[in-house]
Structure formats: C-alpha cells, structure tokens
T-cell receptor, first 114, second 112 residues
Framework: EAQVTQNPRYLITVTGKKLTVTCSQN?????MSWYRQDPGLGLRQIYY???????DKGDVPEGYKVSRKEKRNFPLILESPSPNQTSLYFC?????????????FGNGTRLTVT | GENVEQHPSTLSVQEGDSAVIKCTYS??????FPWYKQELGKRPQLIID?????GEKKDQRIAVTLNKTAKHFSLHITETQPEDSAVYFC???????????FGAGTRLTVKP
C-alpha cells in the first residue's frame, strides 16, 4: 500500500531531551516536507527536501533539523525541544519536485514537550 | 510571500444543506489551489484541486470555483452528509509545493 509512515504517533518528552520523528514513504516521491499544525494557524512548513541530499528551510525552521540521505526517509530532529514545539506534526511527500502536485500526508505525530 | 485567509473558521449546517468555504490569496502569481479534508484524528487528504487556467471544477458533490481577478476561491459541498464533518484546509502556491501556503482551516459540522 502506498503510504507515508510516521513514527511515533504520540510522544511526550521533557525540555532539552533530543528526539527524532521518523518519516518514510514508499512511493518513490522526490519531494518531502514537514509541517506543524497548531489551532488557528493551519499547516506551517518547517523544512522541505526536493531530492536526496537537498533540504531547505520552510516558514518555521527554528529549533528543527532534517536530513535526506535516502529518497524514502526524511527524519525530523529536535536537538533541544522546548514547550513551544508542542504541536501536531505531519510529514508529507509528493511525486514531483519541479511543480505542484498533490501532497500525501503521514498520520501525524502529536508531540508534547513539558 | 503568499498569504491565504480562510473563512469561516467554523461552519454548522443541517444534513442535506449546502456548505461553502471561502479563501482569499494575496499573490496574483499563485496558480494552484488544492483543498484538503482532515477528519478528526486523521491526516489531511486531498479532495479536489484547481489550477488557474480553470474557473470551476466538480467532483460529485464537491466543487471548487476560482476568481483570479478577485483572488479568491471557494469550496462548495452540496447535499451534505454527516461524514462530511471535518476540518477543511485551502491552500495556494505559485510554482511548487515549497511555496504552498495553507489557510487556517474551517471546521465543518453536519448535523443529522
């Protein structure tokens, strides 16, 4: 089944404890991205990747890191999480990097930082 | 950069009625306008999209209209059903998914 898989679905952590949220897609998509969803703010892009070894900042990149060493994987790293990073996170992918195409979202990761 | 505003933030309709959600965008160069539906606790999923060379697009009970001059586009759901209850997001982009901007979302409730 074609899908974007995120793990974990739920994560509770403490301030400053490094964490990684994994994202993997099996559709051979070139483009991958991370969003955070907060009430009243919609979906805001954190980082995106046009292809392997190519990543760039979105609208809210502060406090996050990403890597794209393989086409299928795009992990989101929080080196030192803070309470303002408590949010619902979605990984997404799409077929083309050069122009608009529908985004396929993962099931989301609800992160709580205390 | 692009800015997308979405209204209303909440919408409640009776089953069988129509629902309309409106979005405006700021950058006249935007040319791709998708709509995503997010059911409670689930991921956003594309339900319909439109490109700027088209004024209207329909898919069964769902339609999207685009007014490029006024820089707004709307989602129309006819004969609403309880399973249409969800949060709907509009989005706009110019070149590719990198510059796509989402509206804040509309929570639609369809009362049986």
């Amino acid at each position: 089944e074609a899908q974007v898989t995120q793990n974990p679905r739920y994560l509770i952590t403490v301030t400053g404890k490094k964490l990684t949220v994994t994202c993997s897609q099996n559709m051979n998509h070139e483009y991958m991205s991370w969003y955070r969803q907060d009430p009243g703010l919609g979906l805001r892009q954190i980082y995106y990747s046009m292809n392997v070894e190519v990543t760039d900042k979105g609208d809210v990149p502060e406090g996050y890191k990403v890597s794209r060493k393989e086409k299928r994987n795009f992990p989101l790293i929080l080196e030192s999480p803070s309470p303002n990073q408590t949010s619902l996170y979605f990984c997404a992918s799409s077929l083309y990097r050069g122009h608009n195409s529908p985004l396929h979202f993962g099931n989301g990761t609800r992160l709580t930082v205390t | 950069g692009e800015n997308v505003e979405q209204h209303p933030s909440t919408l409640s309709v009776q089953e069988g009625d129509s629902a309309v959600i409106k979005c405006t965008y700021s950058d006249s160069a935007s040319n791709y306008f998708p709509w995503y539906k997010q059911e409670l606790g689930k991921r956003p999923q594309l339900i319909i999209d439109i490109r700027s060379n088209v004024g209207e697009k329909k898919d069964q009970r769902i339609a999207v209209t685009l007014n490029k001059t006024a820089k707004h586009f709307s989602l129309h759901i006819t004969e609403t059903q309880p399973e249409d209850s969800a949060v709907y997001f509009c989005a706009a982009s110019i070149y590719n998914n990198n510059d796509m901007r989402f509206g804040a979302g509309t929570r639609l409730t369809v009362k049986p």
